[in-house]
């Protein structure tokens, strides 16, 4: 039966008979959802929009449960948008606040314009509320139809308190009273703690006070909102009686706000140390997440880690509630105090060590600032780190501005830089998923040879040589690049067929590493005849260098080297590479 009704809230317009144990099914257009099963429903919103708009509690009544069902199986399609509103206001008069959702959106689905529609907005607002979903709540009440409306403003206000808002809860409570002062005692005392909860956080306790008088003197989470509001209004012993009495016999709720007000006690009567207080915050939060406890115990961190100027702390609680929490207009001031702590414990003047100053960028990345002043921060870091050695730490920093704040043709100087830092570190598979993800077609000629470049020695360190050639066509120092591989290699012949020869004069370092290694190379594959043509060549222009000796040696005849020498004349070849940077990053990652 339930089955067949839940059809009807979907949009079925009949229900099929039990054909259960006869061998027959039902024809398919008595089956929701095909041929003429889902009725074209005239629309709603007009009809709604005329009838009386809700303004208190009264409002909030219609079938449910099995009469509720009935109408519904009995509806038509010109009267079951009527029926399933009806049933909709019952829910949320019953507090069911997910079920009347759930109508809602059926409702919804059928007819858009009931968007457009005050009365249903209000409906929505409230069955959201129930289900603690405020933001959005206040979202959906915020039309300007429902600005003076009593019942909007007691929902609004009441999810505006939930949501950490008190502010602007309280600036809800004159509109609604009307429509809480019309509810019974029972009904009233959600709307009251509500209210009284904010004016506390609003920093206005004695108003909180009067309000919470309308309950007996039992109850646990009046009670805790009275301590609350005593110690705020400068009577801690009494606050803290009632916080004791509140957490004797409250739930779990109740008791987490009793502790919390306990160690605000404690710090406002100076009766609790601060680190003692951070410790039972610490704990508190342990036991209890989410919700207004968590936040005002994270806010009391930050306040107390501010004083102690512990930096760590104070970037792990603000860290928290910027990214679980919605702060309203206290964000802003926050996140830039907070901004100005990071960026001060990265400085390199800061005392804080190089690795616990990555560790903090890492772990509180988040909080860096937006474009070029957050760019900047962790690229000079990334430098400390690489002028360090800390190659894979470096890497780790650019990879993350790489794939979550770098866009479009931004991506290839650091993809390059990411990919190099990657191949330093000994991970050229981590290199080159660097540069293959980000490709694009928007990088200009020099980039995208830049970026082959990389591509090439990330697969030469993996043993792809075959490969890592074939990445270097057509790029104007392919050949240097695959000289400095056959080197590294130590395939000789291939080194010899690569290698390009300057002219004899004016030789730089690169270019006397050039010939030095050709001639190491045609030495241990013996051609000597290359060897005197490539000594008579080049004596000249080496007579006058440094790595004169180194030349003369590597090019005499085979048969007359010392082979105590050679270790010399080796290590007396010039550093850099005839590949430039490329054949830098070669050796280093070599």
Known sequence: MRTALIALLAGATTVAPNTAGTGTAPAAASRPGTGAATAILPPFAAELAQMPTITGASGWHGETGEAGWASLAASRPENRQLRRWTYALGLIGEGRGAEALGVLDVMQTRDRDLGLVASFLLARGVALTLVARDEDAVSTLATGELAANPEACAWRMRALAHSGDAQAAIRQVNCALPAINGRSPEARAPFVLAAAGAAIDAGQPKPALAWLALFGDQNPEANVLRGRALIAAGDPQAGRIRLKRAARNG????????????????????????????????????????????????????RLANEAHDLRAQLRAGAALIRYFKLGAKVAPMLAELQAALAGALAPDSGVSLPEAAGLYWDYRELAPAGGEGDAMVFRLAGRLQDAGLYARAAELLQYQLTRRAQDVAQGP?????????????HPDRALDAIRSTEQAGYSAAMQQDRKRIEAVALHRLGRTDAAMAALDGLPDAHAIRAEMRWQAKD?????????????????EPAQAAVLRQAVAL?????EDQLEVLRKRYAAAFKTLPSGQAFDLLTR????????????AMTAIPQASPAGAIGDLLDASS
Not at 492 to 508: D, H, I, K, Q
Not at 557 to 568: E, M, Q, R, T
Request: no cysteine; aromatic share 4%.
């Open 251 to 302: 739930d779990a709720a109740v008791r987490a706000q009793a502790k919390l007000g306990t160690i605000e006690a404690g710090l406002a009567t100076h009766s609790l140390a601060p680190a003692d207080a951070m410790k039972q915050l610490e704990a508190l939060r342990f036991g209890w997440r989410g919700g207004a406890v968590e936040q005002r115990a994270l806010e009391i961190e930050l």
């Open 414 to 426: 650091l993809s390059v830089k990411v990919a190099a830092l990657h191949i330093l570190a000994g």
């Open 492 to 508: 000789w012949g291939s080194f010899v067929g690569e290698n390009t020869l300057p002219a004899p004069r004016g030789l730089s």
């Open 523 to 527: 030495a241990m594959l013996g051609r």
């Open 557 to 568: 005849n085979v048969g007359s080297i010392d082979p105590a020498a050679i270790g010399a």
